[in-house]
Every structure is written in C-alpha cells, then in structure tokens.
C-alpha cells in the first residue's frame, strides 16, 4: 500500500510512497523504488539519486545538478515528466540521456547557453520548452518537437525567426519579448493554435505590428 506524506521536511526516504509539496534535505540517495514525486523541492548542491527505479518526478525543482552523476545515474530506471536544469552552466555537458525519458516539461533559463544541445531537439513528448535569459542568437531548430505547446525564449539575442517555426502546428504559446527581432516570417500564419504571442521590446516598426496580428485573428499578440 502507497503511503502519502505531504508537506514535511525529508531527511529519509521511503520505498512505495507518494510525496506531496515536500522539501528534502538531502543530498544522495542510493536506491527508491515506486516513489512519487509532486511539487518537491531538492535544495541540496549536488543532489545524487545513485538508482531510481518505477519512481516519479512531477514538477520538481532542484538545487544544483552534478551532471555526470545525472547522466550516469539519476534518471536511470526512472520516469520524468519536468526537468528544471535553470541557473546551470551547460557548456560541453551531453544530454543523451533526455531522449530515453518521457519528459515533459524542460527547464534551461538562464544558463548560459548559445545554443541548445542536439540531443533536446529530438525529445517527441516535450510540451513545454523553457530557454529563457541565455544568449541565443539563432532560433533553434526545433521542428522535430512537433507536440511541443509552450515555448519561451525571451531575453535572448535572435534577430531572425525562420519560416520553419510553421511546423510547430500544435504550440499555442511563444514568448519572444526582450530580443531583436524586426519581423516574422509570412509562415507565422500557419499556426493556428497559437493563442497568445508575446514580442515587446524587440525592432518590430509599426506597420508591421499590424500585419502581424492580421495574420494570427485567433491569437492575442502582445508587443
């Protein structure tokens, strides 16, 4: 039988339990099996699950990752839905092993980042994309993450959006503002299930503002 335990502070865990809001003061766990994870917090610096085996994370946040350990162990024998990798230095680190789990929801703001590593762009099940405050100049080709619903890419340094972005049928939120972009590609159109397009404080003249919402009547486009 699962035992729930919510809103506490952890020091141990415990095999085939649910946990709900809690904050856990730890920092390496050798082995958890059937856990639940729900809005939990691992503040500790290096956090390290060694093996995690039929366990759940649902919108975690953690500390700060040792990647080589993540790479090596923490997603082994689990399953993630959200992964927020934010205020980490990513250079020259792999990613490989995102691509062998069923996530989500990815969080990258504010790492640091030129570009984003190869292996994200071919996660099928990602919804959510989180890439803001990095130094993208160069919108990423993401026209592999088809089901992809949310993506934010502010604060970055694109000056060009590509008429590829079309292939994102299903994304119904881009954030843009704070970058230098001057105009969106005719393709823009293509995206019906955009509900809510974000561009303030980019190099878009008026006229073209205005064009800009004719071609999305269902989207609300905020400059």
Known sequence: MVKTISKKTIWHLRNNTRYENCTFDIDFVEHIKGCTFIDCRFPSEGVCFEFVENSRFMNCSFGEFI??????????????????????????????????????????????????????????????????????????????????????????????????????????LLVLDDNRIEFLPEEISELTNLRKLYLANNCIEEDHKAGIAKKLPHCEVVF
């Open 67 to 172: 990647m080589e350990q993540i790479e090596k162990s923490f997603i082994k024998g689990g399953h993630i839905q959200c992964l927020r990798l934010s205020n980490l230095l990513t250079e020259n680190r792999k990613f490989d092993f995102l691509q062998t789990n069923n996530i989500k929801e990815l969080h990258f703001d504010n790492c640091e980042i030129e570009k984003i590593p190869l292996p994200i762009l071919n996660i099928q099940n990602l919804l959510k994309l989180y890439l803001s405050e990095n130094n993208i100049a160069k919108f990423p080709q993401i026209q592999k993450l088809s089901n992809l619903k949310e993506l934010y890419l502010d604060k970055n340094n694109i000056k060009v959006i590509p008429c590829e972005i079309s292939q994102l049928r299903k994304l119904e």
